[in-house]
């Protein structure tokens, strides 16, 4: 975990001083590094699990001495003195108020999907295993959303870190605007290809009927999930990360598990129970886009900023 642990932070300092090259080309050299290793271990030294292990350790290993030496060799201000490192409780309490209430919504939010699995699983296995075919190519179509949700955290931080608030609203703007285009961009092929797409996974008749099932009734909502995405994620730039986290856990989990307790007992079908996690995609991007246009994050910063040319 050192490794992993490394690598993350190091490339997290790099991207968002706006070098989001550098940590892609490490974490692809890791991963042909774990694959040849892997192969290596594995059928030449005949090492089995403990081959793979030692593998992902290695390339972890050698991912985070990469970010390392490129931190440590830079000339900007976020350069690694390692000499020169101390604890620091004020930054420490900054860093915590912002990173614990991300940290708290992703970990609650993934333990109520396993009650949403629950609810699927009494439709029988082909469901589930439809199910499961939708969340891997689900997971696919979310990647350049949640890549452009991370953008705009640091676009936004950055900017307001050097007083441009309207240049900041404008990258939120712009984000938002990529990742519908993204998400439009593979939305429609996997609704056209949405049989071609299961059968990857499981070419079982029962499996491709509910997969494709779910992929042409869920998949469509992904527009809507933009904008929780993206805004959540600027106002996590603009150092508000509470109020995502009480938004994304009110409709996630609690709206969620409540719909999912009255649908069940209402209209217990598999594609109702399905729709548990559009229609909380909504919910959040109600109260995403509300809370950013009204609640005065802006005057904040402006303030904020006042207050450090002041002091």
Known sequence: MVGLTSYNMGSGILRAVGDSRRPLYFLIFSAVVNTIL???????????????????????????????????????????????????????????????PTAIQQAITSFSNVFVQGYINQFGSACMAGWSSYNKIDQFIMLPLQSISLSSTTFVGQNLGAGQIDRATRGTRTAFILSELSTAALMIPALIFAKELVMMFNSDVDVLAYGVLFIHWITPFYVLCCVNQVYAGALRGAGDAKAPMIIMLASFVLFRQIYLFAISRIINTEIWIGLGYPFGWIVASAACLLYYRFSGWEARCVNAAHGKKEA
């Open 38 to 100: 892997d192969l290596v271990f594995v059928i030449f030294f005949d090492m089995g699990i403990a081959g793979v292990s030692l593998a992902t350790i290695i390339a972890q290993i050698l991912s985070a001495i990469l970010t390392m030496v490129v931190l440590m060799r830079s000339e900007g201000s976020y350069k690694v003195r390692l000499s020169a490192i101390r604890y620091d409780h004020a930054m420490m309490k900054r860093i915590v108020n912002l990173g614990v």
